[in-house]
């Protein structure tokens, strides 16, 4: 993910995840469009199994938008272990991990471990893997530019 993290990311991923996970409800509430909903990962929302590309055990839930058309905005979910095979998106991602420890690498660059809070910016059609680091699941918040898709690669992410 070669420069995929931004600039003074502590601040913009705290304020950001700190928005997406509700803790400050009270402050994003004075700014927000009365139509605005928040979720939370919780077992409420209505999630449903990945594209078939995904072995069993990858969640989506859709949080804003149509999956079928662009700017949707998904939460991912694998549990502790779990490796996502490479694949690619027809659209870019920008995505900030919600909880767990995700080794996140793109083709042609280094794998970076990502923590909660912290964002990555995925281009679109640059095939990439990740695994879930340890026992805990991973949950990433994904928007995405484009309709979602995946498209698996079979090809070296060297």
């Known amino acids: 993910m070669n420069n995929a993290r931004a600039p003074g990311r502590g601040?913009?991923?705290a304020a950001f995840a700190c928005a997406l996970m509700s803790a400050c409800a009270t402050s994003t509430a004075?700014?927000?469009p009365?139509?605005?909903?928040?979720r939370t990962v919780s077992a409420e929302?209505?999630?449903a199994p990945c594209p078939p590309i995904f072995?069993?055990?990858c969640q989506i839930a859709v949080l804003h938008g149509d999956p079928g058309r662009?700017?949707?905005d998904v939460f991912l979910r694998v549990p502790g272990g779990y490796q996502i095979p490479p694949h690619s998106h027809s659209?870019?991602?920008r995505m900030v991990l919600?909880?767990?420890q995700l080794n996140v690498r793109y083709k042609g660059t280094a794998a970076e471990l990502l923590t909660p809070g912290e964002y990555a910016y995925g281009p679109a059609n640059r095939a990439h893997q990740a695994v879930c680091l340890g026992d805990k699941p991973c949950t990433l918040f994904i928007a995405f530019e484009g309709p979602v898709d995946a498209e698996a690669f079979a090809g070296s992410l060297e």
């Open 91 to 93: 659209s870019p991602e």
């Open 55 to 57: 072995p069993a055990g």
């Open 45 to 47: 929302l209505q999630w």
């Open 30 to 32: 004075q700014t927000a």
């Open 11 to 13: 601040y913009a991923a």
């Open 70 to 72: 662009p700017n949707a």
């Open 98 to 100: 919600v909880e767990g």
């Open 34 to 38: 009365e139509a605005a909903i928040t």
